[in-house]
Each structure stands twice: as C-alpha cells, then as structure tokens.
C-alpha cells in the first residue's frame, strides 16, 4: 500500500486543495509526505491570481509553514525544495519521484497556467507513461477551496483488460485499510455508443454487432462474479454491476448515483498513453467528474502483453 506521499505545491489555494486528501491518506495508511516546490527560472510573480513562490528562501517558508498548519503532529512531514531553477518542471518533478521514490503522487487538477497546463496535462503524462508511480488527482471546490475528502465508497471501474485490472488490488487494499465499501462496474457498449471500427462492424452487420455486445455482457457479468469471489473472500464488502452504454457517462454517472468518493482507474504505460490522453476514458472522467481520480499506471511488460 502507499507508504510514501508526494505532494507538489506551488504557494497557490488550488495546489492545496490537495492536502485534505494527503492528510486522510497518511493517517489511515500510516505515511509519510513529502511536500515538494521546484523553483522555476524566471517565475512569474503571480499564479491563479496570486502570489508566487519565486525564490528558495520563500519556498522554504511556505512548506514549512504548511507542515504545521495542515498536517496533525501525528503524520511524518518532510519538506523539499528544488533551488536551482528549472524551465521545465514537469521533467524536474519526475526526477524527484526517482530520487525521493514515493508510491503515491498526489496533485491538484484544476486552474490555469502552471498548475494546469504543466503538472496536470504533463507531468501527470509522463509519470503514467512510465508505468511506476501511482497518481491521485483531486480537483477543488469552486473558488479554489480545499475539497474535502474520504474514503468510504471506491468505485473501480473494470473492462476484461489485464491491463486495466491493475488498479483492482489498489482499489481492493485501500478499501480495506479505510473500510470501505467496494463497488465494481464494467460497461459494456450498446451499439449506439461504439466509435471507430465497432461503428463501422454495426453500420455493415447490425444484427451480428448486436449479438456480439449481448455475449459481452453475459461474458462480463461472469468476470465480475469470479472478481467479487475473490475479493469477498479477503474480508472485503464489495457489490458489482454490469451495464451498458457509453463508459465514460455510465462510469460517472454511477459513481455519482452510488455516492462515491473516489474513481479508481488502472491505466496503460508507454504504449498506451498517446490513446489515453488523447480521448480515452480517463481523461473523460476527470473532465467530468468532479470526484478524485486514482490512476494506476501498468507495468510496461503487462501493457506490450
């Protein structure tokens, strides 16, 4: 389980909207955080309309005074800052997850500028791709505010991929060490919502696409059985449902109708991120959800397999 947390922070409210979840996750599994600034070579002054961090000295201070006042004296803190400036800070945080190796990141979504645009959209990237390092995405309240949060419900969202079947164990330990209820869900595609080559199949062979969704679906509620078996043996309370249409909209849909507090997603490495980030469902979901998004990357030999 995730013993080591990493949390970036840049000085803004929108950066810290992470740290309720950093807090909750080092209680329940007994963590450690390290919480991280990359100081950037000619820093603007200003980020999501407010003061930013531009100097070591200063970045210092602020995660040191952020260590008392948002962690209880019961979690392990450290602080890190990266004084050399840097212009590219994604790759600079990817090489302190090398350096520092946690087993989990954990990082705002949401804002403009920086935050967004380079950790989010890239560095989330290339810590996926390189299937290792676990990634919790939270996106804050409206106005920037820290967003609550827990884990009593974990919804992990499941399609026969070995691949994607990574993020099951995740999903199943931290389900465990929180007592969470467990809910599984595998979607499968009504003939309307296929795209690609499955529109084509079903615009040439109606009748035969249909009937190959309809043995999909008997095909997936067996998977999910056998799931359930083996994780209800382990002591865990999980419920599991197939159903059908587009994922990503069921996926949300569902975790919001069963009240969940968090997505569990596995991901492929290498191989599959130009897919992924290109329009796949994970990035489908966190555009439209405002849930945390817990994206497990594969094992580069599981993703080639």
Do not use: N
Not at 106 to 111: E, F, L, Q, S
């Amino acid at each position: 389980m995730f013993r080591h947390l990493l949390l970036p922070l840049d000085g803004s409210r929108l950066a810290e909207a992470a740290i309720p979840a950093a807090v909750y996750l080092a209680q329940k599994l007994g963590a450690s955080v390290t919480l991280i600034h990359i100081v950037e070579r000619a820093a603007k002054g200003e980020i999501h309309g407010e003061r930013h961090l531009t100097t070591a000295d200063e970045a210092c201070a602020y995660l040191g005074d952020v260590a008392v006042r948002a962690f209880p004296p019961d979690v392990r803190v450290v602080t890190h800052v990266h004084t050399v400036g840097t212009d590219d800070l994604p790759q600079s945080i990817l090489d302190h997850v090398e350096e520092l190796a946690p087993d989990l990141i954990v990082m705002c979504t949401h804002g403009s500028g920086g935050l967004r645009d380079f950790i989010f959209g890239s560095m989330a990237q290339r810590v996926i791709g390189r299937g290792k390092t676990p990634v919790l995405l939270i996106r804050p309240k409206d106005g920037g505010q820290e967003a609550p949060f827990a884990c009593r419900r974990l919804l992990a969202p499941l399609d026969g991929d070995p691949g994607h079947e990574q993020g099951l164990p995740v999903a199943a330990e931290l389900a465990q060490a929180c007592g969470a209820e467990l809910r599984l869900v595998f979607v499968v595609h009504t003939p309307e919502t296929l795209s690609g080559q499955g529109a084509a199949t079903r615009r040439l062979l109606p009748g035969a696409m249909r009937a190959v969704l309809d043995l999909a679906q008997g095909d997936a509620e067996q998977y999910l059985r056998q799931r359930v078996a083996a994780l209800e043996a382990a002591g865990l309370t999980v419920e599991a449902e197939t159903r059908r249409g587009d994922p990503t909209a069921v996926i949300v849909g569902t975790a919001a109708s069963r009240g969940s507090d968090l997505i569990v997603l596995g991901t492929h490495g290498k191989t599959g991120m130009d897919a992924f980030w290109a329009g796949s469902t994970g990035p489908k979901i966190s555009a439209r959800s405002r849930l945390p998004l817990l994206l497990v990357p594969v094992p580069e030999t599981i993703a080639r397999g």
